[in-house]
């Protein structure tokens, strides 16, 4: 599909100067949920059919196990700067082209040859720890954890929230690409900015471009 005005306007440099290889770091909002979501049914169904609803513990876990990972990497893998030039060229490839483009709506998910990889090695965690049927159901909790946080990611940067949450959300996450960008790294899971003490102060939303036009 064809990018349209909008995305035009907003999207990123090339990473790569092979076009087949710049290709695969961009990736359309809908993969995770097209991937990822038939997955997570699948196993979330069959833990359940296999030892009932005791599997709903094993989803929040991995659910939970989710919301970590997404602190924590933002925090740490997504913002720290390595040296030398290389270490920056690496930073700004993970994360930075990001915050350079935050309306490009290409580079707001993991494109699937970032996230296969880390899907595979969660699952094969939770599968170590806890058996094939409470892995299973970890692992649907993780990639629903995943699904979701994509998913709000891509609707803060280029919807209007109307819930209390939403903009609650949409503005904490402003904050953070806007005002402050050493707080504010749960963009699904808040609270643990709270509890990690990285939470931004005061309430007001600094300035941000309305959805689909490019902030710089």
Partial sequence: MALDRAEKLSASPAMFRSARL?????????????????????????SIVAVGWRAGAFILMGYMVWTLSEYW????????????????????????????????????????????????????????VLGTQGGGAATAGFAIGYVVYDTLHHHLHHRRPTTRLGRALRRRHMQHHFRDDSRGFGVSCPYWDYIFGTAHTGRSEPGCASPGTPVS
């Fill in 22 to 46: 710049d290709r695969l770091t961009r990736t359309h909002p809908a993969v995770p949920v097209l991937l990822y979501g038939p997955i997570a049914l699948i196993l979330a169904v069959g």
């Fill in 73 to 128: 990497l933002h925090r740490i893998a997504f913002h720290h700067v390595p040296p030398g030039r290389w270490g920056q060229r690496l930073h700004w490839m993970i994360h930075g082209v990001h915050h350079d483009h935050p309306n490009d709506a290409r580079r707001l998910v993991f494109p699937p040859v970032v996230s296969l990889p880390v899907a595979a090695a969660a699952a094969w965690a939770f599968q170590a």
